[in-house]
């Protein structure tokens, strides 16, 4: 079982930058896939950013692409979520994902996530 906790999220001015934190507890993650995911009040949950368990594959959603990064530690067990040049449209509560697959996918945005965390508020201010 993992256990996902995400940090970092807080309040930014537009422009601004921020660093997701996304914490796995219990059992390893490099054999996971991550993912980020976004949902806005009154809005439903969209997909932000994959990667893949090895790091060597990345997918963005349009929105973001340019402007934040996936990445992933292994020793840390953790993930990221380098957002810069946030936008107000980019406030949400962000959660983290894992799924627990070694293979590599063409859409990471439509997989079945096993594990979630508990999400962190992101609030940009214009």
């Known amino acids: 079982q993992v256990q996902l906790v995400e940090s970092g999220g807080g309040l930014v001015q537009a422009g601004g930058s921020l660093r997701l934190f996304c914490a796995a507890s219990?059992?390893?993650?490099?054999?996971?896939?991550i993912a980020w995911f976004r949902q806005a009040p009154g809005k439903e949950r969209e997909f932000v950013a994959a990667i893949s368990w090895s790091g060597a594959t990345t997918q963005y959603t349009d929105s973001v692409k340019g402007r934040f990064t996936i990445s992933r530690d292994g020793a840390k067990n953790t993930a990221y979520l380098q957002m810069n040049s946030v936008k107000p449209e980019d406030t949400a509560v962000y959660y983290c994902?894992?799924?627990?697959?070694?293979?590599?996918?063409?859409?990471?945005?439509?997989?079945?996530?096993?594990?979630w965390g508990q999400g962190t508020q992101v609030t940009v201010s214009s």
């Open positions: 219990g059992r390893t993650i490099s054999d996971c896939a």
């Open positions: 994902a894992a799924r627990r697959s070694t293979n590599y996918y063409s859409d990471y945005s439509r997989l079945m996530y096993d594990y």
